[in-house]
């Protein structure tokens, strides 16, 4: 690792984050209105979100060659790569990213030019298309070291990183995590997770150059808990009525949580969202000024129609209350066991919903309804990610005749807008909402 | 079909008509790797299930979105439709997204009236990998105790073992010698197909004959090989025929990728997870790109292919990502390739067929 190369990284990022931390200061000073009159006024901490934010993609615009770069996927162990120092990037964080800044599609087909089917999950052509060409809208990703993907949420992941070693020439950690179909994971395969989570040290450990230390490790898992643990919160705060931060909300605010687990500002931002959600409870500010409907969003985001759905809801009275995927950040807190990082690592790594079956899923739905003191399900049928959407079927079917839930499934896309047909959205999304508006 | 020369090979039903009558059970087995050998020992004969083709996919429609390629789709619409009635256990191996989607549904909501088994197999071959799949057989093994009442002992394992690994070996030598089997490309897959269905020592002995016969002239159409899932729909390989191309070698996932090398570990859990982690490589169980670059580059050498034609079946995840990178390796070591797409309940479209045409012309 080169002086010059350190002392680049050094002064990018200082001067970089000088200038975040002003664009932030000017926002506080002038805070942004409401997007709709129907909505409720924007979080005040949100400034702050877009500078941690920023922050992190800037110091993988210098990460090379003076830190060691990890490429992982969102469920991967990640805690392990913290604690030996690596630079981490989630190429999903950056291809949502990519979408809620509309330039998914064109990023996207520079994979497709290179022969990647309009087939495949669209953070992965995303992606691909940012790997091969260099376009984003972060400044610029670093080269990975390493390439650490984790099966838990699909078993795309892993075709999708097989490309990305061919193309970086970078060695792939995998992390199998076999699918668990009923209520628990069988002991073998929670052995088979924590040994591969212990044979990948010396890998990792050859790359970033030291050893891991026990204490570092355990110190990443306690920031990690602790963040799950103070996200689960702010969303159990929308037991409230009426709900003061919406799931379109915690599409956004989620960020840190998944690319910066296990970092001490990553705890400290959470607890000042929580502390800002308590104080709109207290004053009485709601996601949505009128409330009289409470939703369940069920499966990732449509990054590129956040606001239009959000405003289209709000208009209705309609809050989105909770959500699968945000939910899916912290409902395994209790899992991780910092004293026992890699053990307790190989059960909380089995578990994330999308690696638990399709009934499964359904009873967290319901669980969720009753906590939330919820009214309806939109199930977002997203063409990308088949391990969110089968099953959806199903359950809305049960949802509707087994429960009296209101269900919706709603066809599009989660990156690519060349899937979403807002009029025929906007029609279905209206007939459901007279309907949840006729019923008693 | 009665293949000129050899003994008639029966066809699923007779087979499965004639394993029941004889008391014997049968397990629906669907894509892609599982141990055969396991399920022969509790007296199951193990009867894949790849798609099939012809199928009214209005019964799938009701549980799974557009987006789902046909091998699952067109396999949930068989179970719904009572295609399956006849056998006693469904077990679902996990391969990709859609396959593990398939096993949760069955599972959860459809619930058939069989048990359904799933089943994971690693995507790897480290010994954790090994060591995790021997446990995996050992979970099965008590689940199928569970369902059937029986306890086969491990000599009844081995000896189910030795005859698939027969199976297998013949097998194989069916792939590697089939230019001089005087068999078109449909009467070849028929044959090595119904490894698919036929009780192992059935298919070995059919087999064997097909390999007994003195050898014949190669045929003389243009000599390519093929990628992908299954050769379906019907009339495919007789497309191939008529349009004068020859499959000399083939990486089908139904096929060539699952010519399972014997084991050698005494233990039979240890040795059925030797087999199913020897196969050649295969994106579902992880082999990185390049090793499938360099199977399909010497299978190419081997067997005189002059170019590759991908197959693949849409929304089929595993075959797609791999397809760029794969086309690119072989362009670049002078074969030429080329890629069309299927679905398994639509004919083969005009389109498909014309593009093939004209890859063979450009490669003549
Ligand atoms: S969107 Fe779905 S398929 Fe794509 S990477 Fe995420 S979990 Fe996998
Ligand atoms: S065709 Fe592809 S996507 Fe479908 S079950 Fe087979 S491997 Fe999976």
């Not at chain 1, 060659?65 to 969102?74: E, G, L, Y």
């Not at chain 1, 808990?225 to 037991?239: D, P, T």
């Not at chain 1, 709601?286 to 405003?311: C, M």
């Given at each position: 690792?080169?002086?010059?190369?350190?002392?680049?990284?050094?002064?990018?990022?200082?001067?970089?984050?000088?200038?975040?931390?002003?664009?932030?200061?000017?926002?506080?000073?002038?805070?942004?209105?409401?997007?709709?009159?129907?909505?409720?006024?924007p979080?005040?901490?949100?400034?702050?979100?877009?500078?941690?934010?920023?922050?992190?993609?800037?110091?993988?615009r210098?990460?090379?060659?003076?830190?060691?770069?990890?490429?992982?996927?969102?469920?991967?162990p990640?805690?392990?790569?913290?604690?030996?120092?690596?630079y981490?990037?989630y190429?999903?964080?950056?291809?949502?990213?990519?979408?809620?800044?509309?330039?998914?599609?064109?990023?996207?087909?520079?994979?497709?030019?290179?022969?990647?089917?309009?087939?495949?999950?669209?953070?992965?052509r995303?992606?691909?298309?940012?790997?091969?060409?260099?376009?984003?809208?972060?400044?610029?990703?670093?080269?990975?070291?390493l390439?650490?993907?984790?099966?838990?949420?699909?078993?795309?992941?892993?075709?999708?990183?097989r490309?990305?070693?061919?193309?970086?020439?970078?060695?792939?950690?995998?992390?199998?995590?076999?699918?668990?179909?009923?209520?628990?994971?069988?002991?073998?395969?929670?052995?088979?997770?924590?040994?591969?989570?212990?044979?990948?040290?010396?890998?990792?450990e050859?790359?970033?150059?030291?050893?891991?230390?026990?204490?570092?490790?355990?110190?990443?898992?306690?920031?990690s808990?602790?963040?799950?643990?103070?996200?689960?919160?702010?969303?159990?705060?929308?037991?409230h009525?009426?709900?003061?931060?919406?799931?379109?909300?915690?599409?956004?605010?989620?960020?840190?949580?998944?690319?910066?687990?296990?970092?001490?500002?990553?705890?400290?931002?959470?607890?000042?969202?929580?502390?800002?959600?308590?104080?709109?409870?207290?004053?009485g500010?709601?996601?949505?000024?009128?409330?009289?409907?409470?939703?369940?969003?069920?499966?990732?985001?449509?990054?590129?129609?956040?606001?239009?759905?959000?405003?289209?809801?709000?208009a209705?009275?309609?809050?989105?209350?909770?959500?699968?995927?945000?939910n899916?950040?912290?409902?395994?807190?209790?899992?991780?066991?910092?004293?026992?990082?890699?053990?307790s690592?190989?059960?909380?790594?089995?578990?994330?919903?999308?690696?638990?079956?399709?009934?499964?899923?359904?009873?967290?739905?319901?669980?969720?309804?009753?906590?939330?003191?919820?009214?309806?399900?939109?199930?977002?049928?997203?063409?990308?990610?088949?391990?969110?959407?089968?099953?959806?079927?199903?359950?809305?079917?049960?949802?509707?005749?087994?429960?009296?839930l209101?269900?919706?499934?709603?066809?599009?896309?989660?990156n690519?807008?060349?899937?979403?047909?807002?009029?025929?959205?906007?029609?279905?999304?209206?007939?459901?909402?007279?309907?949840?508006?006729?019923?008693? | 079909?009665?293949?000129?020369?050899?003994?008639?090979?029966?066809?699923?039903?007779?087979?499965?008509?004639?394993?029941?009558?004889?008391?014997?059970?049968?397990?629906?087995?669907?894509?892609?790797?599982?141990?055969?050998?396991?399920?022969?020992?509790?007296?199951?004969?193990?009867?894949?299930?790849?798609?099939?083709?012809?199928?009214?996919?209005?019964?799938?429609?009701?549980?799974?979105?557009?987006?789902?390629?046909?091998?699952?789709?067109?396999?949930?619409?068989?179970?719904?439709?009572?295609?399956?009635?006849?056998?006693?256990?469904?077990?679902?191996p996990?391969?990709?997204?859609?396959?593990?989607?398939?096993?949760?549904?069955l599972?959860?909501?459809?619930?058939?009236?069989q048990?359904?088994?799933?089943?994971?197999?690693?995507?790897?071959?480290?010994?954790?990998?090994?060591?995790?799949?021997?446990?995996?057989?050992?979970?099965?093994?008590?689940?199928?105790?569970?369902?059937?009442?029986?306890?086969?002992?491990?000599?009844?394992?081995?000896?189910g073992?030795?005859?698939?690994?027969?199976?297998?070996?013949?097998?194989?030598?069916?792939?590697?010698?089939?230019?001089?089997?005087?068999?078109?490309?449909?009467?070849?897959?028929?044959?090595?197909?119904s490894?698919?269905y036929?009780p192992?020592?059935?298919?070995?002995?059919?087999?064997?004959?097909?390999?007994?016969?003195?050898?014949?002239?190669?045929?003389?159409?243009?000599?390519?090989?093929?990628?992908?899932?299954?050769?379906?729909?019907a009339?495919?390989?007789?497309a191939?025929?008529?349009?004068?191309?020859?499959?000399?070698?083939?990486?089908?996932?139904?096929?060539?990728?699952?010519l399972?090398?014997?084991?050698?570990?005494?233990d039979?859990?240890?040795?059925?997870?030797?087999?199913?982690l020897?196969?050649?490589?295969?994106?579902?169980?992880?082999?990185?790109?390049?090793?499938?670059?360099?199977?399909?580059?010497?299978?190419?050498?081997?067997?005189?292919?002059?170019?590759?034609?991908?197959?693949?079946?849409?929304?089929?995840?595993?075959?797609?990502?791999?397809?760029?990178?794969?086309?690119?390796?072989?362009?670049?070591?002078?074969?030429?390739?080329?890629?069309?797409?299927?679905?398994?309940?639509?004919?083969?479209?005009?389109?498909?067929?014309?593009?093939?045409?004209?890859?063979?012309?450009?490669?003549?």
């Open positions: 690792m080169s002086a010059g190369a350190a002392a680049r990284y050094h002064t990018g990022v200082a001067f970089g984050r000088a200038a975040l931390r002003l664009q932030r200061l000017r926002s506080e000073i002038r805070p942004a209105r409401s997007p709709s009159e129907h909505l409720g006024p979080l005040r901490l949100a400034p702050r979100t877009k500078e941690l934010v920023a922050r992190h993609w800037l110091e993988g210098y990460a090379n060659p003076h830190r060691k770069v990890a490429w992982v996927t969102s469920g991967a990640v805690e392990l790569l913290k604690a030996l120092g690596f981490v990037v190429p999903e964080n950056h291809a949502a990213i990519c979408g809620t800044a509309r330039v998914a599609v064109s990023i996207a087909s520079e994979a497709e030019a290179r022969g990647y089917s309009r087939d495949l999950c669209s953070y992965a995303t992606d691909l298309g940012a790997a091969f060409s260099g376009k984003t809208p972060v400044g610029r990703l670093p080269r990975p070291d390439l650490l993907a984790c099966t838990n949420i699909c078993q795309t992941v892993l075709f999708w990183y490309v990305l070693a061919e193309h970086f020439g970078a060695p792939l950690l995998l992390i199998d995590t076999p699918f668990v179909y009923y209520d628990v994971a069988p002991p073998h395969a929670i052995d088979y997770v924590r040994r591969q989570l212990e044979d990948a040290v010396p890998l990792a050859r790359i970033a150059g030291r050893r891991l230390v026990d204490a570092d490790l355990r110190r990443v898992a306690r920031l808990k602790q963040a799950s643990e103070l996200w689960m919160e702010v969303m159990q705060r929308n037991r009525r009426p709900a003061p931060i919406s799931a379109i909300d915690q599409f956004i605010q989620m960020a840190p949580i998944v690319e910066m687990r296990g970092d001490a500002v990553t705890v400290d931002f959470y607890a000042d969202l929580l502390r800002e959600v308590d104080e709109r409870i207290r004053d500010v709601a996601a949505v000024r009128l409330e009289r409907h409470r939703l369940l969003w069920d499966n990732l985001p449509i990054w590129y129609r956040l606001r239009y759905l959000g405003e289209t809801l709000g209705q009275g309609v809050v989105l209350a909770a959500s699968t995927y945000t899916a950040w912290g409902e395994l807190a209790p899992l991780i066991d910092p004293d026992q990082p890699l053990e690592a190989a059960r909380t790594y089995l578990y994330p919903i999308l690696n638990r079956s399709t009934g499964h899923k359904l009873k967290t739905m319901l669980a969720m309804a009753q906590d939330y003191a919820l009214d309806g399900v939109i199930l977002h049928s997203d063409r990308s990610c088949k391990p969110y959407s089968m099953g959806q079927m199903d359950q809305r079917d049960r949802l509707i005749r087994e429960h009296g209101p269900a919706l499934l709603l066809e599009a896309d989660h690519d807008t060349r899937c979403f047909n807002e009029e025929q959205a906007s029609s279905r999304l209206a007939a459901f909402l007279e309907m949840l508006e006729a019923r008693p | 079909m009665p293949l000129a020369g050899i003994g008639g090979i029966p066809t699923r039903s007779e087979v499965i008509r004639a394993h029941k009558s004889a008391g014997g059970g049968i397990a629906a087995v669907f894509p892609i790797h599982s141990p055969r050998a396991l399920l022969r020992a509790f007296g199951l004969l193990p009867v894949e299930v790849w798609g099939p083709p012809h199928v009214d996919v209005s019964h799938g429609a009701a549980h799974l979105q557009p987006y789902v390629c046909s091998i699952v789709r067109n396999a949930l619409s068989f179970v719904l439709a009572g295609g399956l009635d006849v056998a006693d256990v469904l077990v679902v996990h391969a990709c997204d859609s396959l593990q989607g398939l096993g949760s549904i599972i959860d909501f459809v619930r058939p009236r048990t359904v088994l799933p089943f994971y197999p690693p995507r790897g071959t480290r010994p954790s990998d090994f060591d995790y799949l021997t446990a995996e057989l050992r979970a099965l093994y008590t689940r199928l105790q569970a369902v059937t009442g029986l306890t086969p002992s491990g000599e009844t394992l081995r000896d073992i030795t005859r698939e690994e027969d199976a297998d070996r013949v097998l194989t030598l069916l792939h590697d010698l089939r230019r001089g089997l005087g068999l078109n490309s449909a009467e070849f897959y028929t044959l090595a197909r490894r698919e036929l192992a020592e059935v298919f070995s002995a059919i087999a064997r004959q097909a390999l007994e016969r003195p050898p014949v002239p190669a045929p003389s159409g243009l000599p390519v090989l093929l990628s992908g899932i299954v050769p379906e729909p009339g495919v390989l007789e191939f025929d008529r349009i004068g191309a020859t499959i000399v070698a083939d990486d089908f996932a139904c096929s060539g990728r699952r399972y090398p014997p084991g050698r570990d005494p039979p859990f240890r040795r059925m997870a030797e087999g199913l020897g196969g050649p490589p295969d994106p579902t169980r992880g082999s990185p790109i390049a090793e499938r670059l360099r199977r399909l580059i010497a299978l190419s050498r081997r067997s005189g292919a002059r170019g590759v034609i991908f197959y693949t079946l849409k929304f089929c995840e595993p075959e797609l990502f791999d397809l760029p990178s794969l086309r690119g390796g072989l362009q670049r070591a002078g074969l030429p390739t080329t890629s069309v797409e299927v679905d398994l309940s639509e004919g083969l479209p005009e389109q498909v067929q014309t593009r093939l045409e004209a890859f063979l012309e450009m490669i003549a």
